[in-house]
C-alpha cells in the first residue's frame, strides 16, 4: 500500500492525541521535557506536521503539578475547551510508582489556541493514588470519563476505570473498574493498562488501551461493550485474550500504543500512536525522547471488530 503519510508522522511526540472538531485538526501529545502542554491546529490532517505548536500552559515551578507533565488530551465538552493531563509534584519514585495525579485546564473561549485557559483543577476520583491517561467521550447522552489507575490493594501499576462525569473536573457515582493486567502480554516489565482511547463502529464501542513496560513490550489490547449496554456493568464488557497491536521486528516498529483515533478528510478512520525505531534505550525508556508519533489507517473485519494491522516501516516520502 502506498505511504499516505510520512513515518514518523511528528518525531519525538508521545502520547499523542488528535482532535477533529468543526474545521479544524488539533494536536497535543506529551513533549520531551514534560513541561508543558502545547497545541497545534490544522485545517487538515497533513497540515499538523507544519502546523506551529501554541504553548498554551507550562508546569510552575513547585506545588502538586510541577513535574513530570504527561499525556495531554484536548476535549470539547458542553461548550468548553478542556485539557486533561497528568502531573506529579517530584520525580520521585515511591513504592515503584511516579506520584502522577489527573488535572483538568478549561477554557471557555471559542478559540482555544488563544483564550484563556482558567487555574488548574485536580480531578479527584476513588483512590488518593497514582492515575493518569484520562480521556472523555459522549454516550448514550452522557460524558463519561475513562483513565488509568493503581489501586492499593491490586498488585500492578494500573488498572482502567469508567465513570460518568457531573462536569468536566468532577465524576459523578462510583467509578468500576473495566480491567486489570492478567495476561503475559500485559504484565512483561510492568503489570499495566493505561492510555485508553475509544470508537465506535456499527453496535459496539471500544475502548483499547497500552499495556506493558514501554519499551518494546508495550502493545495495545481492547475492550468492547454493545451499545445498547450499560457502560458500568462490567459483566457487559468482552476483553480480548490477545493483543491488537504489538512491535514489528521486521519492520522495526517497537512499542507501538498510547493511541487515539480520528478520521481523514475523507471520513476514513486512522489510528494515531507512538512508537521507537529501535530498542536499545538508555537507561529508563521514559526519558528516551524518540517515541515518535506515527498513522495509519486501519479497516474492520467482517466481525465489526477492527484490524489495525501491522505497524508499518519509516519512511518519509509522500505521494
Not at 503519510?5 to 511526540?13: G, K, L, M, S, Y
Not at 506529579?88 to 519514585?93: F, G, K, N
Not at 494515531?272 to 474492520?300: C, M, Q
Request: proline share 8%; charged share 20%.
Amino acid at each position: 500500500m502506498t505511504p499516505d503519510w510520512p513515518n514518523p508522522f511528528i518525531e519525538q511526540r508521545a502520547d499523542p492525541f488528535i482532535l477533529r472538531h468543526e474545521q479544524y485538526y488539533y494536536f497535543v501529545a506529551s513533549v520531551p521535557e514534560y513541561d508543558r502542554l502545547e497545541i497545534r491546529r490544522a485545517t487538515t490532517l497533513a497540515g499538523l506536521r507544519s502546523a506551529e505548536p501554541v504553548v498554551v500552559w507550562r508546569k510552575p515551578e513547585s506545588g502538586p503539578f510541577s513535574e513530570l507533565i504527561w499525556a495531554p488530551e484536548l476535549h470539547y465538552i458542553d461548550g468548553q475547551w478542556v485539557i486533561y493531563f497528568a502531573a506529579a509534584p517530584t520525580r520521585e519514585i515511591k513504592e515503584g510508582l511516579f506520584q502522577h495525579r489527573m488535572y483538568a485546564l478549561v477554557c471557555e473561549a471559542e478559540d482555544p489556541l488563544q483564550g484563556d485557559w482558567q487555574p488548574c483543577r485536580r480531578v479527584f476520583s476513588q483512590f488518593d493514588s497514582f492515575s493518569l491517561d484520562a480521556t472523555h467521550f459522549m454516550h448514550q447522552g452522557k460524558n463519561w470519563y475513562l483513565w488509568a489507575q493503581k489501586d492499593p490493594l491490586i498488585p500492578g501499576n494500573s488498572n482502567l476505570y469508567l465513570a460518568e462525569l457531573l462536569n468536566p473536573w468532577t465524576l459523578k457515582g462510583t467509578p468500576v473498574m473495566l480491567s486489570r493486567p492478567e495476561y503475559e502480554w500485559e504484565c512483561a516489565g510492568f503489570s499495566v493498562n493505561e492510555g485508553p482511547a475509544v470508537i465506535r463502529h456499527g453496535n459496539r464501542l471500544f475502548v483499547t488501551y497500552s499495556a506493558s513496560a514501554t519499551d518494546e513490550n508495550y502493545c495495545l489490547g481492547i475492550l468492547s461493550i454493545d451499545v445498547d449496554a450499560d457502560p458500568l456493568d462490567v459483566a457487559a464488557w468482552q476483553k480480548s485474550t490477545r493483543p491488537v497491536f504489538v512491535s514489528s521486528w521486521d519492520n522495526h516498529q517497537y512499542g507501538p500504543g498510547h493511541n487515539s483515533f480520528t478520521q481523514d478528510e475523507a471520513g476514513r478512520d486512522v489510528l494515531v500512536y507512538h512508537a521507537r525505531n529501535y530498542t536499545e534505550i538508555e537507561g529508563d525508556p521514559l526519558w528516551d525522547p524518540n517515541r515518535h508519533t506515527r498513522l495509519k489507517y486501519f479497516s474492520w473485519r467482517e466481525d465489526g471488530t477492527p484490524d489495525f494491522g501491522v505497524p508499518p516501516a519509516d519512511y518519509t516520502s509522500v505521494p
